[in-house]
């Protein structure tokens, strides 16, 4: 809904769930599984969007998106108010590190003149945003509709806006460490054939660029050199990457199980 709604201000590229839920095994069940990457911009502020599972089960793939998050967006159902993992996303960005959450209760459009409905449930999830130490008072909470954002209707495209409104003034810009050693988290590693080994993830600080050595270390007792042959952040090729930048690193000579 986010990037449908932006992409008619210029802002984005309208992506669909199925385009986002990529891996084959979340269209089998109809949930997010893998953490997924999208962009889109506000008028403030340019975004690199985790998609991060909604499902008890796979609550391992969330800690890895949820490691690079510099804020979050929780959305709870006003129809069903916060489930069983709500309360698990709240614990590990708390624990993970993310510094703040704006909430968007979805569905308010199901409880047309049921406002102490919705309010009991906003209560709600601010005495457990509080109860993680997260500023349940203070959080923003937007209510809206993404089906009815999606679906074009004026009233909810507003709850969207107001929604990217809020993320852009409550969630603070982060300080990117530029100046510093280039270290990158691994998130994923997968191999293009006839190019060799891409590691994907979170560049922690620092930066790339293309042809430069860099060292594979943490998974083999001695660290291995390699160099940056390729860059590719949204299936575009960029000569460099940096502190902030989600991005797939193509690595020269290095073989699928020397990197996890």
């Not at 996303?89 to 968007?104: A, E, T, Y």
């Not at 107001?162 to 590693?189: C, G, H, N, Q, W």
């Amino acid at each position: 809904a986010i990037s449908t709604v932006l992409s008619k201000k210029g802002l984005a590229e309208a992506k669909d769930y199925a385009s986002i839920d990529a891996a084959p095994e979340e269209k089998a069940r109809g949930i997010t599984i893998n953490t997924a990457h999208i962009e889109y911009s506000t008028d403030k502020r340019h975004y690199a969007h985790v998609d991060c599972p909604g499902h008890a089960d796979y609550i391992k793939n969330m800690i890895t998106g949820a490691a690079q998050m510099d804020g979050a967006i929780l959305v709870v159902a006003a129809t069903d108010g916060p489930m069983p993992q709500t309360r698990e996303h709240i614990l590990l960005s708390k624990q993970v590190g993310v510094p703040k959450i704006v909430v968007f209760l979805n569905k308010v459009d199901m409880l047309q003149g049921e406002e102490e409905m919705v309010d009991l449930v906003e209560v709600e999830v601010r005495e457990l945003l509080s109860s993680y130490d997260f500023d349940g008072d203070n959080t923003p909470i937007v209510r809206g509709s993404a089906k009815g954002a999606l679906e074009g209707k004026p009233e909810w495209e507003a709850k969207i806006l107001e929604l990217m409104d809020a993320v852009d003034t409550y969630i603070d810009s982060p300080v990117r460490e530029l100046d510093k050693p280039f270290l990158m988290a691994v998130e994923d590693v997968f191999t293009i054939t006839g190019r060799g080994t891409v590691a994907t993830g979170k560049v922690e600080r620092g930066q790339v660029k293309l042809n430069e050595e860099v060292e594979i270390v943490g998974y083999k007792s001695e660290p291995k050199k390699t160099v940056v042959t390729g860059i590719e952040m949204f299936n575009k090729n960029l000569q460099s990457a940096m502190a902030g930048d989600n991005a797939g690193v193509l690595l020269r000579g290095v073989n699928r199980d020397e990197i996890e």
